[in-house]
Protein backbone atom coordinates (compact mmCIF):
# COMPACT_ATOMS: atom_id res chain seq x y z
CA UNK A 1 0.00 0.00 0.00
CA UNK A 2 1.05 3.68 -1.27
CA UNK A 3 1.89 5.57 1.76
CA UNK A 4 0.34 8.87 1.43
CA UNK A 5 2.46 11.97 2.23
CA UNK A 6 2.63 15.69 1.29
CA UNK A 7 4.46 15.50 -1.96
CA UNK A 8 1.04 13.75 -3.26
CA UNK A 9 -1.12 16.98 -2.14
CA UNK A 10 1.23 19.26 -3.84
CA UNK A 11 0.90 16.51 -7.06
CA UNK A 12 -2.55 16.19 -6.92
CA UNK A 13 -2.91 19.94 -6.57
CA UNK A 14 -0.63 20.30 -9.72
CA UNK A 15 -2.44 17.63 -11.56
CA UNK A 16 -6.33 19.36 -10.85
CA UNK A 17 -4.67 22.71 -12.11
CA UNK A 18 -3.68 21.09 -14.98
CA UNK A 19 -6.74 20.01 -15.56
CA UNK A 20 -8.62 23.31 -15.03
CA UNK A 21 -6.20 24.67 -17.47
CA UNK A 22 -6.48 22.52 -19.96
CA UNK A 23 -10.45 22.43 -19.87
CA UNK A 24 -10.50 26.57 -19.89
CA UNK A 25 -7.96 26.79 -23.14
CA UNK A 26 -9.99 23.90 -24.79
CA UNK A 27 -13.18 24.55 -23.97
CA UNK A 28 -13.59 28.05 -22.02
CA UNK A 29 -15.63 29.03 -19.55
CA UNK A 30 -19.25 29.81 -19.36
CA UNK A 31 -19.79 33.51 -18.92
CA UNK A 32 -23.01 35.25 -19.74
CA UNK A 33 -21.73 38.47 -20.07
CA UNK A 34 -19.08 37.19 -22.66
CA UNK A 35 -18.96 35.01 -24.84
CA UNK A 36 -15.60 33.20 -23.99
CA UNK A 37 -16.19 29.89 -24.20
CA UNK A 38 -15.87 27.48 -27.82
CA UNK A 39 -18.81 27.41 -30.26
CA UNK A 40 -19.29 23.87 -29.21
CA UNK A 41 -21.17 24.99 -26.42
CA UNK A 42 -23.60 27.00 -27.74
CA UNK A 43 -27.02 25.34 -25.39
CA UNK A 44 -27.98 25.34 -21.81
CA UNK A 45 -27.50 22.20 -21.54
CA UNK A 46 -23.76 22.08 -22.88
CA UNK A 47 -22.61 25.80 -20.81
CA UNK A 48 -24.14 24.11 -17.86
CA UNK A 49 -22.23 20.54 -18.19
CA UNK A 50 -19.37 22.85 -18.79
CA UNK A 51 -19.90 25.09 -15.66
CA UNK A 52 -20.69 22.36 -13.44
CA UNK A 53 -17.45 20.49 -14.90
CA UNK A 54 -15.35 23.73 -14.06
CA UNK A 55 -16.90 23.45 -10.28
CA UNK A 56 -16.56 20.07 -9.76
CA UNK A 57 -12.79 20.52 -10.15
CA UNK A 58 -11.94 23.96 -8.88
CA UNK A 59 -14.01 22.03 -5.30
CA UNK A 60 -11.69 19.00 -5.98
CA UNK A 61 -8.80 21.28 -5.86
CA UNK A 62 -9.94 23.10 -2.39
CA UNK A 63 -10.51 18.96 -1.18
CA UNK A 64 -6.94 18.42 -1.80
CA UNK A 65 -5.54 21.70 -0.39
CA UNK A 66 -7.71 20.89 2.21
CA UNK A 67 -5.98 17.51 3.31
CA UNK A 68 -3.52 17.00 6.48
CA UNK A 69 -1.52 14.48 7.13
CA UNK A 70 -1.96 11.81 9.18
CA UNK A 71 -0.47 11.50 12.62
Known amino acids: MTKIDKWFQHEGLDRTH ?3 AMLQESLGYYDP ?5 HPAIWNDRSRKCLLDATRALAEL ?6 WEEEE
Not at 61 to 66: L, V
Open 61 to 66: YQAIGE
Open 18 to 20: MLL
Open 33 to 37: EEQSA
